[in-house]
């Protein structure tokens, strides 16, 4: 369970809530047909240097083609193309913002887990890198926890009420979780 942003291409060229949401279901569906990619325009490489020189900490992840390529019983080729993007992780011990990168999107993640000045530490480093983003892309933002979308050079994210309220109850989710009775066809 993770708070997650998306950065996305507004044909409009202005953000708009219902035109990101729009983005992100066309993509997810995409992906779940298993659709490959197009080939790289230049765009994701430029979007991870920038990244990468905001915060040098960054670290892109290596993926193990040959071992996706077993587990989904694919070929290792097929396996390169449907994972073309650029997954960048901070070092342990530093905020947990992970970032995913293709040419048309940025996919942001936070683990649920920070609270107080921690909270108040995290967003200031995620405007930081929605700002590169839209800078060297011009790819504007989508928070669908709050569904706002925005232009990540005139907003910055403070307010992580939302973020902070989902914390909170966590402990409680948890809970409820546990205590679901076991679906009817579940025998054991």
Known sequence: MSYDLYCYRAASG???????QAFIEATNDAEEAGELKATSSGAKERIVSALIQYNP???????DYAKIAEFQKISEEEARARNQHVELNPPDGDLVIQ???DDDRVFISIPYWYKGSQADDVFPQ??????????TSGLLAYDPQTGV????????????????????DLPKLAT?????????????
């Open 14 to 20: 202005v953000p708009d809530a219902g035109e990101a």
């Open 99 to 101: 970032l995913t990168v």
């Open 149 to 168: 979308a925005f232009d990540p050079r005139q907003t910055n994210l403070s307010d992580h009420t939302c973020y902070d309220k989902v914390v909170a």
């Open 176 to 188: 409820q979780t546990k205590s679901l009775p076991k679906p009817w066809w579940k025998f054991w």
């Open 126 to 135: 995620l405007s930081g890198y929605l700002r590169v983003i839209a800078e």
């Open 57 to 63: 900490r960054l670290e892109p992840f290596t993926f």
